[in-house]
């Protein structure tokens, strides 16, 4: 589904998608955003906000009817991601990390495999996570480690993997591998890998974005049946990379929920705290910093909005690489500066735990590294636009 652009470019959402923004909103103005410290403060799992997404059938919102979602696209699901992130960064993740783990099977899965993994995630039967991150490869992607080889009718994968949020909650994990060392990217395929054939090591200790575990993953001769590779053998880092662009844009949209959250949280406090006889929003200095967040929040926005459209019509190829990296970067950009902004306009309160703008600022770090650094889509925006 696409949103509505009139003559001037400008985007707008259709209703059904403003409906959508207005529930979720809701749900997670009463539900979400009491959670929010908690979760934070003790790196609690969010049991019950899973649930919670589960009973209102928001798991599956880019699922296909099919295979039991809701059918909707990557806008809509940004759309939901960024009400969410409004209140809470960690809750949003079983969108995204969600999303992207089921992109190989969405873009290169055989049929029963579509109708296991996809059903189950949708329906909140089965949680996914995704692995592709090594202890010497990140940026450099395409340099891990991982083997896997061929015996009988099963594989057997060997490997160290770090960083794979989700993974100690997973069903199933999506798992890229070597099956031929000396071909480079082209010898990485994809494998689903099911709960009790991965070992789970270090739970790591974040900065924020607590409560959803990110912790290492062993596989020591994890045997799958020759069924769970994911697509022809060798296609696993193009798929990985189409996929990387399909989700892209749920990470922005937590960037645009979390800087209008600092936006929302710093306006009310400026109105109400004063300093020098006079509510602190009457100082220039303050109104500055709230403009700047609502000019470069909105600019985000849209961004976001466009680049999950391209997506929703089909172009999130390499050529169209560049405008979804945009998306990720400047959003998740603008959510470090509104964060960094929004303790600067509580002052002193700012710092401390009351208030949720230093919770916001950790977790925002998060966003300018993962799927991607920002120095790498920075990288990927200028390959594109020298090379066109
Ligand atoms: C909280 C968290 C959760 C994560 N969850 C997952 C997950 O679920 N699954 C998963 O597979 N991974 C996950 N990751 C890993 C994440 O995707 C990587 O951390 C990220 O891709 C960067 O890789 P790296 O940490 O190895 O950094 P490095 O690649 O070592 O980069 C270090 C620095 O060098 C810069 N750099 C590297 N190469 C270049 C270059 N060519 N040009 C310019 N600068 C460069 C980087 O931008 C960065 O600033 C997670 C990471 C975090 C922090």
Redesign the pocket.
């Known amino acids: 589904m696409t949103g509505k652009v009139d003559a001037r470019g400008a985007f707008e959402l259709d209703e059904s998608q403003r409906m959508l923004a207005d529930t979720v909103y809701e749900l997670s103005r009463r539900h979400v955003a009491p959670r929010a410290a908690a979760i934070d403060e003790n790196d609690e799992y969010p049991e019950d906000i899973f649930q919670l997404l589960k009973s209102h059938g928001l798991l599956g919102l880019y699922v296909p009817e099919a295979y039991g979602g809701a059918g909707l696209g990557i806008l809509e699901t940004c759309v939901a991601i960024e009400q969410m992130a409004r209140f809470c960064s960690n809750s949003p993740l079983f969108f995204s990390?969600h999303l992207?783990?089921t992109r190989p099977v969405a873009i290169g899965g055989s049929e029963e495999q579509k109708k296991t993994y996809l059903t189950g995630v949708a329906r909140g039967e089965l949680r996914p996570?995704?692995?592709?991150?090594e202890?010497?490869?990140?940026?450099?992607?395409a340099n891990i480690s991982t083997r896997a080889v061929r015996d009988g009718d099963s594989w057997v994968i060997n490997g160290q993997?770090?960083?794979?949020?989700?993974?100690s909650v997973a069903d199933f994990i999506t798992v890229?591998a070597k099956t031929e060392p000396d071909k480079g990217a082209k010898g990485i395929s994809f494998f689903i890998v099911p709960r009790g054939a991965f070992r789970v090591g270090r739970h790591?200790r974040?900065m924020?974005?607590r409560g959803i575990p990110?912790c290492e993953v062993f596989l020591e001769n994890a045997r799958v049946p020759l069924e769970n590779m994911i697509g022809e053998q060798g296609l696993g880092f193009k798929t990985a990379m189409l996929g990387f662009n399909q989700a892209r844009p749920a990470i922005g949209a937590r960037g645009v929920g979390l800087a209008q959250g600092c936006l929302d949280y710093a306006s009310a406090y400026a109105r109400e705290r004063e300093a020098f006889g006079k509510p602190i929003a009457q100082h220039q200095a303050v109104q500055f910093m709230l403009a700047d967040m609502f000019m470069e929040t909105e600019a985000a926005r849209l961004l976001v909005y466009r680049a999950a459209s391209m997506v929703d019509n089909g172009d999130y190829r390499k050529e169209h690489v560049h405008f979804i990296c945009a998306a990720k970067c400047y959003a998740t950009d603008t959510a470090m500066k509104a964060a960094v902004d929004g303790v600067q306009v509580l002052g002193g309160a700012g710092y401390m735990m009351d208030h949720p703008l230093e919770r916001f600022m950790r977790d925002a770090k998060?966003l300018q590294?993962?799927?991607?650094?920002?120095?790498?889509q920075?990288?990927v925006i200028a390959q594109n636009l020298l090379s066109l």
């Open positions: 990390v992207l783990a996570a995704f692995s592709l991150t202890p010497h490869a990140g940026s450099d992607a993997k770090c960083y794979c949020t989700g993974s890229a790591e974040k924020g974005m990110t998060q590294i993962i799927e991607g650094t920002n120095q790498i920075r990288m």
